[in-house]
């Protein structure tokens, strides 16, 4: 099957559990990024995306990018909402490909710990791909501009976010062990729909 289709197949299968992780990492979404942290050097960070790119490596991409959609949504209705119509589809694209290059962390090894930080940056470069035209189309070329180069220079806000997201991930999967049995009860309940 390709992978258009697993992802459909993937969305007739949500079930209580899956439904229960999305309001859960929503939630924390929503918290995580209005509750902004101030930097001893300067500037400010929030860890949202923190919390959508270890859901998408934990659950998968379909529960990590769902969620940041909503909760970074319902910021945005709060704060700014003229990025709410865009917010949901960049943090979906940005979730599910983080959660396609994590694949399916099964035991603590230097594989998964490349897979895991590879899926943080991948996450982060749709994310501010994602954004690109929404840039564009809001504010103009210069700030669509800005907005790309503001991803390559090193920062340390986004730095806070690249690093805490991995140690979290694998923090949580090593405390956690139990966490690979919802991603076999995915697999069952896909199994059992193509039958």
Not at 66 to 93: H, N, R
């Amino acid at each position: 099957m390709g992978l258009i289709e697993d992802a459909v197949l993937r969305v007739k299968t949500l079930d209580v559990r899956d439904f229960a992780l999305i309001s859960i990492f929503s939630a924390l979404m929503a918290v995580t990024t209005m509750w902004a942290i101030p930097l001893p050097f300067g500037g400010i960070t929030h860890l949202g995306n923190t919390v959508m790119w270890t859901a998408s490596i934990l659950f998968g991409g379909l529960i990590g990018g769902i969620a940041g959609g909503i909760g970074g949504m319902i910021v945005d209705l709060l704060e700014c909402p003229i990025w709410a119509p865009f917010t949901p589809f960049c943090k979906l694209a940005s979730g599910l490909a983080c959660g396609l290059v994590a694949g399916e962390p099964r035991d603590l090894n230097r594989v998964t710990v490349v897979r895991i930080v590879a899926a943080t940056i991948v996450g982060a470069a749709v994310n501010c791909l994602a954004y690109a035209p929404v840039y564009l189309y809001l504010l103009g070329y210069q700030s669509m501009i800005t907005w790309l180069i503001y991803f390559v220079l090193p920062s340390p806000t986004r730095l806070i976010t690249y690093i805490s997201t991995p140690i979290l991930s694998i923090a949580t999967l090593k405390a956690y062990p139990g966490i690979q049995s919802y991603r076999e009860s995915v697999k069952n309940r896909i199994i059992s729909y193509r039958r």
